[in-house]
C-alpha cells in the first residue's frame, strides 16, 4: 500500500457500528443487512458557467454529465469565502510531490483546504487519444493526491465543458458533451473506488460492522418473508 493509499484510509475511512432494529425498534442478531454510501461527506464539486445560450435539449444533456459526476455544481464565482478555509488554485502544471509540499505548507497555519483544479494542470487541451489518456490519468493522480491529504476538505473543478468560458486548459467534455478518458477515470475513483457498499449479516449484540467511507448511507435489513426494512444513517470521522 503506497503513502497515499495509507492517508485515504486513515482520514477518508472510518469503522462503523450500525444498530439493526426490527419493526418495534428492538436489536436483531443474526439478521441480513446491506449498507450503501449515498452522499460523500468529502465535497467533490464543479464551478460551471450560466448556460442561458444552450438549446433545452443540450442543457439537459450537459446537466446530466454534470450531475452524473459532481455534487454540487456551482455558477462561476459562486463559491463563497468561508472562515477557517484557504483556497488552492491549481493553474499549472506541478510535479505531486511538489504539490503535497504546497498542501502541507498552505495547511500549516491551520486552515482547511478547498483545491480548485482547471485543465491547464492537467493538460487537456491536447484532443489526440494519446494525449487524452495521459491527461486523464494526471486527473486521477492530482485528485488522488489532494483526496489524501487530510486538511483538504473539497475539490473543485473549474469548466466541465471544452465550450465552457471557464475552461482554461480543456474541460472534462469535448464541446459537444462527449466524455473525455478523464472524465471517465474521475467518474470510476468518485462512484466506484472511493463509494462504499457492504453486506453481512449482524453480530450478537444486533450491531452490523464494516469500514466504509464517512458520509450518508442508506441501510436495508431483511426481517424475512422477503421484507426488507431501509433507513439511513451517517458515518463521521470523530472529533471532525
Avoid at 444498530?19 to 468529502?42: K, S
Avoid at 456551482?74 to 506541478?94: D, F, H, K, M, Y
Avoid at 485543465?119 to 487541451?125: H, P, Y
Wanted: proline share 4%; glycine share 12%.
Amino acid at each position: 500500500m503506497t503513502r497515499t493509499q495509507r492517508q485515504i484510509e486513515a482520514f477518508r475511512q472510518g469503522d462503523a457500528r450500525v444498530p439493526l432494529r426490527g419493526e418495534r425498534g428492538g436489536l436483531c442478531p443474526g439478521v441480513r443487512a446491506w449498507v450503501e454510501q449515498e452522499r460523500h461527506c468529502f465535497l467533490f464539486g464543479c464551478v460551471v458557467p450560466h448556460h442561458g445560450g444552450l438549446a433545452d435539449a443540450e442543457r439537459e444533456r450537459y446537466r446530466a454529465r454534470l450531475h452524473e459526476l459532481f455534487a454540487p455544481a456551482i455558477g462561476v464565482g459562486g463559491v463563497p469565502a468561508e472562515p477557517g478555509i484557504l483556497r488552492v488554485n491549481l493553474t499549472a502544471r506541478v510535479h505531486l510531490g511538489l504539490l503535497r509540499l504546497r498542501l502541507d505548507e498552505s495547511a500549516a497555519s491551520g486552515p482547511r483546504l478547498h483545491v480548485h483544479i482547471w485543465g491547464e494542470a492537467v493538460d487537456l487541451g491536447d484532443a489526440s487519444p494519446e494525449a487524452e489518456r495521459d491527461a486523464g490519468k494526471r486527473v486521477a493522480a492530482l485528485y488522488t493526491m489532494c483526496f489524501a491529504h487530510p486538511r483538504v476538505d473539497a475539490i473543485f473543478w473549474n469548466g466541465l465543458a471544452d465550450s465552457d468560458a471557464n475552461a482554461r486548459g480543456g474541460g472534462l467534455l469535448r464541446a459537444d458533451f462527449a466524455p473525455k478518458y478523464a472524465y471517465r477515470a474521475l467518474h470510476k475513483l468518485i462512484h466506484s473506488t472511493w463509494h462504499t457498499r457492504a453486506a453481512g449479516v449482524s453480530d450478537g449484540e444486533g450491531l452490523f460492522h464494516f469500514r466504509g467511507f464517512f458520509g450518508d448511507y442508506r441501510v436495508g435489513v431483511s426481517l424475512g418473508d422477503d421484507a426488507v426494512q431501509v433507513s439511513s444513517f451517517t458515518l463521521e470521522r470523530e472529533n471532525s
